[in-house]
């Protein structure tokens, strides 16, 4: 079964601190690794990587895949109080191309 | 252009009732599934649609019913609520081969 695991699952942080957030998978058929944020709503799309070692970037935020060691990271530069959310990994593979999320990782930015 | 379109956005039940929670979508994607969200458990996979008149189930298909008579809805049934069944609810959707999911706003549902 695929399996999509992130860490850490919770993270606090002050403002202007730099993160790495990371997702770790196994998946057969794999085809893309997607990153979404989730704010008290609806996740939001951030980014899909399906090429190895090329980095995905998005003002202060970044990720990066690598299909041998099957993980990724987020990263997020000088962090903001809005950056505060939960931040979930999910992979697209197998059978008709389901996504699978991770548990996600609750990212805390204090002033 | 309304995206995907979950109603209602609360609703509590009582152990036992049924109750069927919609989601329609307005991009003509064939691609459409069910989530539930939990407290420290990700998003689920419960049922998806690859399009009309085709479904399957997913990680967590027990409990709950699904259909897709047309490319634009598909409902989620609930035919015994359970109060494990209490928890967020996304519908989702995406093109046909795409990978992105765009999501509805989410239903919040409490079982008592």
């Known amino acids: 079964e695929d399996k999509v695991v992130q860490s850490p699952l919770s993270l606090v942080v002050h403002e202007g601190d730099t993160v790495t957030l990371n997702c770790s998978y196994e998946?057969?058929?794999?085809?893309?690794l997607l990153w979404y944020k989730q704010e008290k709503k609806a996740p939001t799309f951030l980014f899909m990587l399906?090429?190895?070692?090329i980095e995905k970037k998005s003002g202060r935020l970044s990720s990066i895949l690598d299909k041998k060691e099957l993980f990724s990271i987020l990263n997020i530069t000088a962090t903001q109080t809005g950056d505060s959310a939960v931040y979930l990994c999910?992979?697209?593979?197998?059978?008709?191309?389901?996504?699978?999320f991770g548990k996600g990782t609750l990212l805390t930015v204090n002033p | 252009n309304a995206g995907v379109t979950q109603t209602p956005k609360f609703q509590v039940l009582k152990t036992g009732q049924s109750m069927t929670l919609q989601c329609a979508q307005d991009?003509?994607?064939?691609?459409m599934s069910w989530y539930r969200q939990d407290p420290g458990m990700g998003l689920r996979l419960i049922h998806y649609s690859v399009g009309a008149g085709i479904t399957d189930q997913g990680e967590v298909p027990n409990g709950y019913n699904v259909s897709r008579s047309t490319t634009e809805d598909f409902p989620l049934r609930l035919l015994s609520a359970a109060p494990s069944q209490t928890s967020v609810y996304f519908c989702a959707s995406r093109e046909s081969g795409a990978n992105v999911l765009t999501f509805g706003a989410g239903s919040r549902l409490t079982v008592l």
């Open positions: 399906t090429s190895s070692g």
């Open positions: 991009m003509n994607h064939e691609y």
């Open positions: 999910a992979e697209s593979g197998g059978s008709n191309y389901k996504l699978t």
């Open positions: 998946v057969t058929n794999f085809r893309s």
